[in-house]
C-alpha cells in the first residue's frame, strides 16, 4: 500500500526558471491492484512515479510505503527499498548496450553479493519463462523489440518486486506486443504485485485488468475515474 | 565478507564486459601507458644496474691517482715523481701507468692503449679488447696496422682477446708492451702517463692527497672514493637526455589521465543513471569505475615492467643503443647483472596506478551523486 | 569461465611473473659473480678507473679521470658530445671544486 501526502516537485527552486512539476497531489495505492496514470505528455505521470519509485525525491510532502515513511530516508536506504520492492520499465527499455541479455538481467543485483551461480539460475529461470532464454547469450542491441522488452521485464522481475512501474511501456510497441506486454502484466497482478502504469495508450487503459485510472494534468489529480 | 567479495566479483565481472565493448580502444590505451611505463621501467633497471656494478668493482681501482698538470693540459708525468710521492707516510706502494687514446682512422673509433704486464702481451703482441675485435673484425692470429706518431706503419698482431665477460671494463682496451706503446707515441723513457699510489689505511686517502698536492703542485689528484662517487652521480636524474625522457613520460601520463578526467561522455552518464535506476548505489557506481582504473592501470603495469625488465637483461637494452652509442663507433654488449631496487619499482608501480585511478573516480563522483530519475527524461 | 575469475587469474600469473623476476635477479647476482670478479680482477691489475661505456671522447670514456680542460682539448668549439653528454653530467670531483657546472 502507498500513500502520497500532499507531494510536490518543483524544479530549479527559488530560481527564476523555478517549475512546478507536481503541485500538491495525495493519493493512495492498494497493493495487489493495477493502477493507470494517464495523462498528456508534461503532466507529470513520470514525475510522480520516479518519486513513488524511490528514483527522486519530493520538494516537499510525504511518501508512505506499507506505513513506512521513505522520503526522509537516507540515500543508502532509499536504494535498499528500491531495489527490493520496486522493478523499473522504461519507455526506452535503458537496457546497458554492448552486454549480454543475461548480463542485463542479472545486474540490479550485483551489489547485493549474492552467490554467482544462484544468480545466474533465478536470471536464466525468468529469461526461460518469459521464453527468450535462448538469445541469454546475445548482446542486447541485436534484439528485437519485443525480445529486448521481455529482457526488460526480467531485468525488473531479478529481485522479486512487490511492485512493478512501467513509463509509457507501449509507446515504441506494435499492437501485438503491446497486447503480449499487458498479457504479462495480468500474469503479474495475478501473482500478487501491485502494478503502476503511466501511459495515455487506450490499449493500456482500456482493459479490465486496470482497476483504477489517475488522471494527470499540469501536475495534478484530475478527478480520479476508475 | 563473502558477501563483499562476491559483490567485488560481480562488479568485476560487468567492468570486465563493460570495458570489452571498446576493445579497441582500451587495448590501445592499455598498450600505450605500458609503453610509458616500459620506458621508464627501462631506464630504472639500467642505470640501477650499472650504478651497482660500479659501486662493487671500482672499489679495486687504485687508491689515489696522481696527474701531472701543464698550462691546463695533462701532461707526462716523470716517474721520479714516484719517488718523491713513496717518501710520504702512509703511502705504501707507487706504480706508473701507460696509457693513451688512439684513433683508427679505417674504423672511426677511439681504443684506449694500455701498457700491460699481461703475460700474453710482448714486443709486436697484442691483447685485444671484445669491443675492438668486432670492431676490427680481428682475431687470435690477426694482425693490426697502427700508425706512429711520425707516421710509420707498426703492425702488432693480435695474441688474444679480453674474455667479453669484463666488456664492461675492458671493450675498448688494447693491451701493449711498453717498448711499443713509447714507439707509437713517443713517450721518452722516464716517463709515464700517470702514477698510482696505494694508502695503507683508507680514512687517511684524502690527507695523503693534500700531502702529495703540497709536495707536487704541478699534479691532481684522484682519489677512489671521488672515483666512486662519479659512476654514483653518473646518469642522474638531471642529466639533458634523462629529464627529456621523464617529461615525455610525464605528458603521455598526464594525456592518458586526462582523457579520463576530462568529464564523462552522455553515454556514460547515461548508462550510470541507468545503473542508479535498476537499484546500484553510489558506492557501487564507484567501485565500478576503480576496478575499471585499476584493470587498466595494473594490466599496463605488469606488462610494463616485465617487458621492461626482459629488455635491459635479456637483450642488454637493446632499444637505448641508438642514445647510448651515439657518434661512437664502438659499443660494448652491456651483459649487467640484474638488480632491482624495491624502494624504486614500489614508487613505480605506485605512480602508475593511484594517479590513474583517482583522475578514473573523480568525475564520476558527481555523476553518481545525482538522483537516479535523470534516465526517466 | 566468469570474467572476474578471468581477471585474477590474469593477475596471480602476472604476480607470479614478477615473483619470477625477483628470484631471477637474485639468482642472476650470484650467477654473475665470476663475471664481477673477472671486472674487478682486470680492474685491480691494470689500474683501470672508468666503465667503457662512451668512448667517443676522453672526457666520455674516462668520467672520473678528466678536469675541465679536458673537453677543450679533444676539440675547442665543442664542450659537449651527443648523447652522452645529455646523459652524464660531469663528474662531481669537477663540479665540488667550480661550484655551479650546468
Redesign the interface.
Known sequence: MIELVNIRKSFNTGKPNEFVAIHGVSLSIDSEKATVFRGPSGSGKTTLLSMIGCLARPTSGRIRLNGQEITSLPERFLTEIRQKTFGFMFQQFNLIKGVTALENVMLPAYPSGEKHSSLKRRAMDLLDTFKISQKALSNVEWLSGGEAQRVAICRALINNPSVIIADEPTANLDTKLSREFMEIMGRLKGEGKMILIASHDPLVYELSLIDRIIDLRDGRIDGSGS | M?????????????T???L??RRGKNAALITVYAFVIFMLASVVFFVQA?KR??S???????DL?I?R?SA???ELIPVSYGDRIRSIRGISAV?S?LWG?YYDSVTG??Y?L?V???PRVSAGRIVI?A?VARARIAFAGDTIEFRAYDGAIIDLEVKDT??S?????????I?VSGSDFRRLFRVPAGYATDL?AKVRNPKEQPMVALKVATLLPDT?Q?LKE??L???D????W?????I?ILSGMLMAFIILAWDKASGLSSEERR?IG??K??????S?VLLLKFWEGM?LS??SL??G??LA?AHV?FTSSFLFEP??K???????RF?V????DPFQLATLCFLAVVPYIVATIIPVWRTATV???S??? | MRKSSLFLLYLLVNALLFVLMFVHASHQQTASMPSLKEKAFLIERLGLTDLCIFTEASYTRHLSQADLHTPFQDAPMSLEHFPSGSLVSPSPIIRKIDGKVD
Open positions: 563473502e558477501k563483499w567479495i562476491e559483490r567485488q566479483k560481480h562488479i568485476i565481472d560487468f570486465v564486459s563493460s570489452l565493448r650499472i656494478e660500479a662493487i668493482i671500482l672499489q679495486d681501482s687504485p691517482i696527474q698538470m691546463g693540459r695533462h706504480k701507468r687514446y673509433a677511439n684506449t694500455m700491460s704486464q699481461d679488447g669491443g679480453i674474455n665477460q669484463s666488456e664492461l671494463v675492458s671493450s675498448d682496451l693491451l698510482t691532481r684522484i671521488e672515483i662517487r662519479t659512476y652521480a653518473a646518469f642522474n638531471r642529466g639533458g637526455m634523462i627529456v548508462e541507468i545503473l535506476a535498476i537499484g546500484w548505489e553510489t557501487d584493470i595494473l594490466s605488469f606488462s615492467i616485465l625488465y637483461f642514445a647510448l651515439g657518434w661512437a663507433v664502438l659499443y660494448p651483459k647483472a640484474p638488480f632491482i538522483d537516479p530519475d534516465v526517466m527524461r
